[in-house]
């Protein structure tokens, strides 16, 4: 293929497919490991992303009023954690001077999302309320059909269509001809009543029977969640005074005012610290063996991060506005990580720009400011990546590293936050101390997260017991009735 239409493919793609073994994978998993298939999807799609410029395709070379318009963007999840694709039909008109650009707009959404995390699956939403005939764009339709059945492989998890008006039956019946039995499988046609079997409501908009208030609008791009700056230490409130000489201290070695001799002394006392705290890890690991268990923990290829999805916080009448997040390195290099948030002016995270160790653990606490509150919108971001062995684990090393890494070679993983109503203890919340006491330690985190696991699981074995005992209570139940029955019965036999 190279050989006869090298002209007609971007040589970034190729060079991408040579070095991409991820994208490789997924051609042929798309094609069910049929390589003639698979090579003939490829040649397909790299042609297509040469003729539409995929690579070139930012917001300065799209008109504005493609973004303004509102009828393609990425916003929020469905229940199994995947971006959704929004595609508002009420807001497209049927234009074909427009169509070309129209169409890029949907490359580049993709390539835009599909750059941003690594080829991860879309859910495809047709928000298709208060449509009609004049909405009906076929070609258009087929475009997006085509670009996750020929040119993104593996990128498609499923097709919520809303509210389809009887009348677009006769056209969909069309769409299902584009689509392989394994697309049709996909397609999931819902209303009102079971839309949130695929998506939860705090993603939903209120017309689809959802409490999410977003509300389109451009500038920016919608779904740059994670463009905002670093919550590094958040803003220092009346609350956090006598927190805010560690937070110059911390500032001034960011800025590289301390020399090399203080510098020096520093790393001294890190190492002491880490060594101490490993003893201490040592003494309570059969203690913790199994409480640990019970946490959940996203395992990736540089780091296993626990909780797994959601971070646990209060309301302001529970008062809990502490969480813990424990990273652990699993490679055998220094693994550089930074924690980023939609939510900086809410949130301080210690620590949010650092390293850790080959087969160590390191707690980074987020705590909430006095007076916010923890939203369900509110998003963490974790980025990682390995780091040389003779690279060093400063400040400046680490800003310099961030800046050269390749974006391929980082990993990231999302949390999302939950708020308990309730003052049931969670395995990840940590209460605030009302008192003014000073700040607890690591182990003394260690020590509540391990309590509130133990709790957590004696409340769902107590839970399992109940329902046990309501089986046994209703087998009883049951058992007399029926020998009550058969006494009747036999009592009645003996009468006739």
Same mark, same amino acid.
């Given at each position: 293929y190279?050989l006869?239409?090298?002209d007609?493919?971007?040589?970034?793609?190729v060079?991408?497919?040579?070095?991409?073994d991820?994208?490789?994978?997924n051609?042929?998993?798309?094609?069910?490991d049929?390589? %003639?298939d698979t090579?003939?999807m490829?040649?397909?799609?790299?042609q297509?992303?040469?003729?539409?410029t995929?690579?070139d395709?930012?917001e300065?070379?799209?008109?504005?009023?493609?973004?303004e $318009?509102?009828?393609?963007?990425?916003h929020g999840?469905?229940?199994?954690?995947?971006?959704?694709?929004?595609?508002?039909?009420k807001h497209h008109t049927?234009?074909?001077?427009?169509?070309?650009e129209k169409?890029?707009?949907?490359? #580049?959404?993709?390539?835009?999302?599909?750059?941003?995390d690594?080829?991860k699956p879309? =859910?495809?939403?047709?928000?298709?309320a208060?449509?009609?005939i004049?909405? &009906? %764009?076929?070609?258009f339709?087929r475009?997006?059909?085509?670009c #996750?059945t020929?040119?993104?492989?593996n990128f498609? =998890?499923?097709?919520?269509?809303?509210?389809m008006?009887?009348?677009m039956?006769?056209?969909?019946?069309?769409?299902?001809?584009w689509?392989?039995?394994?697309?049709?499988?996909?397609?999931k046609?819902?209303?009102?009543?079971?839309?949130?079997?695929?998506?939860?409501g705090?993603?939903?908009?209120?017309?689809?029977?959802?409490?999410?208030?977003?509300?389109?609008?451009?500038?920016?791009?919608v779904? %740059?969640?994670f463009?905002t700056?670093?919550c590094?230490?958040?803003?220092?409130?009346?609350?956090?005074?006598h927190?805010?000489?560690?937070?110059?201290?911390?500032?001034?070695? +960011?800025?590289g005012?301390l020399?090399?001799?203080? $510098?020096l002394?520093?790393?001294?006392m890190?190492?002491v610290?880490?060594? !101490?705290?490993?003893e201490?890890?040592?003494?309570? +690991?059969?203690?913790?063996?199994n409480?640990k268990?019970a946490?959940?923990?996203?395992k990736?290829?540089?780091?296993? &991060?626990?909780?797994a999805?959601?971070?646990?916080?209060?309301?302001?009448?529970t008062?809990e506005?502490?969480?813990?997040i424990?990273?652990?390195?699993?490679?055998? $290099?220094?693994?550089?990580?930074?924690?980023r948030?939609?939510?900086?002016?809410?949130?301080?995270?210690k620590?949010s720009n650092?390293?850790? +160790?080959?087969?160590?653990s390191? %707690?980074?606490?987020?705590?909430?400011?006095?007076?916010f509150a923890a939203?369900?919108?509110?998003?963490?971001l974790?980025?990682?990546?390995?780091?040389?062995?003779?690279s060093?684990?400063?400040?400046?090393?680490? =800003?310099?590293f961030?800046?050269?890494?390749?974006?391929?070679?980082?990993?990231?993983?999302?949390?999302?936050?939950?708020?308990?109503?309730?003052s049931?203890? !969670?395995?990840?919340?940590?209460?605030?101390? =009302?008192l003014?006491?000073?700040?607890?330690?690591n182990e003394?985190?260690? &020590?509540?997260v391990?309590?509130y696991? #133990?709790?957590?699981r004696l409340?769902?074995?107590?839970?399992?017991l109940?329902?046990q005992?309501?089986?046994?209570?209703?087998?009883q139940?049951?058992?007399?009735?029926?020998?009550?029955l058969s006494?009747t019965?036999?009592?009645?036999c #003996?009468?006739?």
């Amino acid at each position: 293929y190279l050989l006869d239409k090298s002209d007609k493919y971007d040589s970034r793609d190729v060079e991408r497919l040579q070095q991409d073994d991820k994208w490789v994978e997924n051609y042929l998993l798309w094609r069910h490991d049929v390589v %003639d298939d698979t090579l003939k999807m490829i040649d397909e799609s790299f042609q297509w992303r040469k003729e539409y410029t995929v690579n070139d395709l930012t917001e300065s070379v799209l008109p504005k009023w493609l973004f303004e $318009n509102g009828s393609l963007f990425l916003h929020g999840y469905d229940k199994e954690g995947y971006k959704l694709f929004w595609f508002r039909v009420k807001h497209h008109t049927r234009d074909p001077k427009q169509q070309l650009e129209k169409k890029k707009l949907v490359a #580049f959404w993709l390539e835009h999302y599909a750059k941003r995390d690594h080829g991860k699956p879309l =859910t495809v939403v047709f928000d298709m309320a208060e449509t009609g005939i004049s909405h &009906i %764009d076929l070609d258009f339709v087929r475009f997006i059909v085509n670009c #996750f059945t020929d040119y993104y492989p593996n990128f498609l =998890t499923k097709i919520v269509i809303f509210e389809m008006p009887w009348i677009m039956n006769a056209a969909f019946k069309i769409v299902k001809g584009w689509l392989g039995p394994d697309a049709i499988s996909m397609l999931k046609f819902t209303n009102k009543s079971d839309v949130q079997e695929y998506i939860s409501g705090e993603y939903l908009p209120p017309h689809m029977g959802g409490t999410d208030s977003f509300k389109y609008s451009y500038p920016p791009l919608v779904d %740059d969640d994670f463009q905002t700056p670093l919550c590094e230490n958040g803003p220092i409130t009346s609350e956090d005074e006598h927190e805010s000489k560690e937070e110059i201290d911390a500032d001034t070695k +960011e800025t590289g005012e301390l020399n090399e001799e203080q $510098n020096l002394n520093q790393k001294k006392m890190n190492s002491v610290e880490q060594i !101490s705290k490993s003893e201490e890890t040592d003494k309570t +690991e059969i203690k913790t063996k199994n409480t640990k268990k019970a946490l959940t923990t996203f395992k990736g290829p540089l780091l296993h &991060i626990s909780p797994a999805e959601e971070l646990y916080f209060g309301s302001k009448e529970t008062g809990e506005k502490k969480c813990l997040i424990v990273l652990t390195n699993v490679t055998k $290099n220094i693994v550089a990580f930074k924690v980023r948030t939609t939510a900086p002016e809410k949130y301080r995270v210690k620590p949010s720009n650092s390293s850790c +160790e080959p087969g160590t653990s390191l %707690d980074i606490i987020v705590s909430l400011h006095g007076g916010f509150a923890a939203s369900l919108q509110d998003r963490f971001l974790i980025m990682a990546a390995e780091m040389d062995q003779s690279s060093g684990a400063g400040v400046p090393e680490l =800003t310099q590293f961030w800046k050269e890494v390749p974006r391929t070679k980082v990993m990231e993983h999302r949390l999302r936050c939950h708020v308990i109503e309730s003052s049931k203890p !969670s395995s990840l919340t940590l209460k605030e101390n =009302t008192l003014n006491i000073p700040a607890k330690t690591n182990e003394d985190l260690h &020590i509540q997260v391990i309590v509130y696991s #133990f709790l957590t699981r004696l409340l769902q074995i107590n839970k399992r017991l109940q329902e046990q005992i309501d089986h046994c209570l209703w087998f009883q139940q049951l058992s007399v009735a029926l020998s009550l029955l058969s006494v009747t019965v036999v009592a009645f036999c #003996f009468y006739l």
